[in-house]
């Protein structure tokens, strides 16, 4: 059996196509497939398939489709497990799962030195691709997240074979095919970086030269701040002709970054305190943007918003700063984190999302059109000094919060906790630490770090208790944010909690803070 999701769906067995039937059945499996060996709620598959358009008895049409399915399929390939339906996919049965693999051995045979090996095993990756991913779902309210999240992870394995095939000095055949992703994505620095070094080495020094001269200019007027260190540093070693830039050298990593969004001066702090441990370990680089209303504001907000960047710089934090003036800065935030390509956007959480639970018109561009992963928090009195405490259901943006609170707590040198509900024996319900157990593994596994199981009495008041002694409570959002908000649990944890809480989105692309080597693999397949 053979499910493939990167372009148009299709299931083969036995050297055949299998017939899946019409648009309900396949629109199912597509679902199922984004989920493989998950349980997917009934009531999420009903969202899907027909959205506000439900009919009556939803949930027997749900069941007519799922039936039709199961035909198409071989026995207990699709199972019901309460509360809703689970596909089994065997190592290698999906195509997904095969490209993840295949660039996780090609980056870590470019990590290694092996960059002939790299470049083959990445090819074989991407030519896994038969167009783009879901192609037939294009359209489709459901497929869109994962689409774009699928089309994320393209191109950062095309950027990987672009960087082993530098290595393998293949300059010349690799200048128009970065010139056109250039122009694709004018503001990525990564690929301006790879075009320079390609076009230096085919000995036009001064197109080189050019394209920074480019970038620097789109930079400063797009988003008023300079080229990234790294870029500067390229430019003058071009200059200079330096003997690393020679074939057989490896690029330079990425550079990787935060952006922290400031949105009032007076809660700087409580961003910083979050901020600060995640661009240390490992380095990254902190950006901070200052959006303001009024032209009259801007010489005053920039001033002292080089004077945060300064006191980082003293601190050892790389940092860059940037002020602007905005009528929509949801849209501008979600902008400006897509063209400076961040691992991750904290903001802090609007007043107005606290006082109704749900997001504004702002805030929903931010969550809906960021590629990264987004945290907004919500400051208290204390800092962040302590367990790090994350709810764990092991929804998508539950994912989201246990890679951004392990992470944090391996930076701060702190517990990290797991939280799920205790068994309640006389309505049948079991307790979490099954669930609980899987997170743990899947972080000790791929940050390298343990994770206290910890259970709490069902309820609100169970979590809000065993708050009281965490240092930062790090909680995904619902899977439905956009229509139902935060959700009367989580609005009464991000109301009452006693520490810091950062509410999470998962994004698009793959798992910004976690190591390079598993950026892929962290995203998509550490999974209960």
């Not at 299998?18 to 199922?32: D, I, N, T």
């Not at 969004?261 to 995640?278: C, K, N, Q």
């Not at 009528?327 to 999302?353: C, F, H, I, N, Q």
Request: aromatic share 4%; glycine share 8%; hydrophobic share 45%.
């Amino acid at each position: 059996m053979e499910f493939r999701i990167l372009g148009p769906l299709e299931v083969w067995d036995g050297g055949g196509e299998v017939s899946l039937g019409g648009p309900k059945p396949r629109a199912l499996l597509a679902g199922l497939l984004l989920h493989p060996n998950e349980v997917v709620p009934t009531d999420r598959l009903i969202d899907e398939l027909w959205g506000e358009d439900s009919p009556e008895d939803a949930a027997a049409a749900l069941r007519v489709n799922v039936s039709r399915l199961r035909k198409a399929l071989p026995q207990d390939v699709l199972t019901t497990r309460s509360p809703g339906y689970l596909i089994r996919v065997e190592p290698n049965e999906l195509d997904l799962h095969r490209f993840e693999r295949l660039v996780d051995e090609g980056r870590d045979l470019l990590a290694r030195g092996l960059a002939a090996e790299a470049s083959e095993r990445l090819r074989h990756a991407l030519s896994l691709w038969r167009g783009p991913a879901l192609a037939d779902f294009a359209y489709d309210s459901f497929a869109q997240t994962a689409i774009a999240r699928l089309e994320e992870i393209r191109v950062a394995a095309v950027e990987l074979r672009i960087d082993a095939d530098l290595v393998l000095g293949r300059h010349h055949e690799l200048v128009a095919e970065l010139e056109a992703l250039v122009a694709e994505q004018p503001l990525r620095e990564g690929l301006r970086r790879s075009l320079m070094t390609a076009l230096y080495r085919s000995g036009r020094q001064a197109e080189a030269l050019s394209v920074y001269q480019h970038a620097r200019r789109a930079l400063v007027d797009e988003l008023g701040i300079d080229p990234s260190p790294a870029l500067q540093e390229l430019e003058r070693a071009i200059l200079r002709h330096d003997p690393s830039l020679e074939v057989g050298v490896p690029a330079p990593a990425e550079e990787r970054s935060i952006l922290v969004a400031i949105t009032h001066e007076a809660r700087v702090d409580g961003l910083l305190a979050v901020a600060e441990p995640l661009v240390r370990h490992p380095p990254r680089v902190m950006i901070l943007a200052r959006l303001v209303s009024h032209a009259a504001e801007l010489r005053s907000a920039s001033a002292w918003l080089e004077e945060r960047r300064s006191a980082l710089e003293s601190r050892g934090v790389v940092a860059r700063a940037a002020s602007f003036t905005s009528t929509a800065p949801g849209e501008e935030l979600a902008r400006l984190a897509t063209e400076l390509d961040v691992d991750l956007l904290l903001a802090d959480a609007p007043d107005e999302l606290l006082a109704e639970g749900a997001p504004d018109e702002q805030l929903t561009a931010v969550l809906a059109d960021t590629p990264c992963d987004v945290a907004l928090l919500v400051t208290r009195v204390a800092t962040p000094e302590g367990p790090v405490l994350v709810p764990f259901g092991g929804a998508e943006h539950d994912w989201a919060a246990v890679e951004l609170g392990a992470w944090f707590a391996r930076a701060a040198d702190a517990p990290l906790r797991l939280a799920g509900a205790a068994a309640v024996p006389e309505q049948g319900r079991r307790d979490a630490s099954r669930l609980l157990s899987h997170g743990a593994l899947a972080v000790q596994r791929v940050l390298g770090i343990s994770a206290e199981p910890l259970l709490t009495p069902p309820g609100e008041e169970g979590m809000l208790e065993a708050s009281r002694d965490a240092g930062l409570l790090v909680v995904g959002l619902s899977t439905r944010w956009h229509r139902e908000g935060l959700g009367p649990a989580r609005l009464r944890l991000a109301r009452e909690a006693t520490p810091p809480t950062l509410l999470v989105r998962r994004g698009l692309r793959p798992g910004g803070l976690a190591p390079p080597a598993t950026l892929t693999h962290y995203t998509w397949s550490i999974r209960p």
